[in-house]
């Protein structure tokens, strides 16, 4: 089992979902996912049935990820992004606050100069967003059989 510590209500899960569609088209990504420090899959553009899957696996893989630089962090230094390159896909991972994540997956016709100065406008946005539900103090507890993968 596992204790989340936020909740996000309805209007502000739209809103999260729009202000990540309006990042992926802007850039023409692939993929944009928002997820929490466990895993856990918040919100994803395109928001379309057949990329769920996908953002779930980008969720739970980029928090373990997250965590594992989190655990090397006396030998590299703070870290709050990481890019990781692909044959044909690169992603780019950055840090909202010590709770939230946001990853991007594009290919290599998208500069990734481009990826970090538009990701600077949406962070600030969804921060705003993501400290309020987090100051609201709602907590729930979720199985980890309930989290479909």
Do not use: C, W
């Not at 918040?42 to 893989?61: C, E, N, W």
């Not at 997250?66 to 655990?71: P, R, S």
């Not at 609201?136 to 993968?149: K, P, Q």
């Amino acid at each position: 089992m596992d204790l989340i510590g936020y909740s996000l209500k309805e209007q502000e899960l739209e809103e999260i979902s729009k202000k990540l569609q309006d990042f992926k088209n802007s850039l023409l990504l692939d993929l944009v996912v928002l997820m929490d420090d466990g895993g856990r899959l918040v919100s994803f553009a395109p928001f379309v049935d057949t990329y769920k899957s996908v953002a779930q696996r980008v969720a739970l893989i980029g928090a373990a990820v997250v965590g594992a630089v989190d655990q090397l962090e006396n030998i590299i230094s703070s870290k709050r992004s990481m890019f990781f390159s692909g044959q044909e896909k690169n992603m780019y991972v950055h840090m909202l606050s010590h709770k939230f994540m946001l990853a991007s997956v594009f290919n290599h016709k998208v500069p990734l100069g481009s990826v970090k100065l538009f990701k600077e406008k949406l962070s600030r946005e969804l921060t705003t967003l993501l400290e309020n539900a987090l100051a609201r103090g709602e907590n729930r507890v979720v199985r980890f059989e309930d989290l479909a993968l």
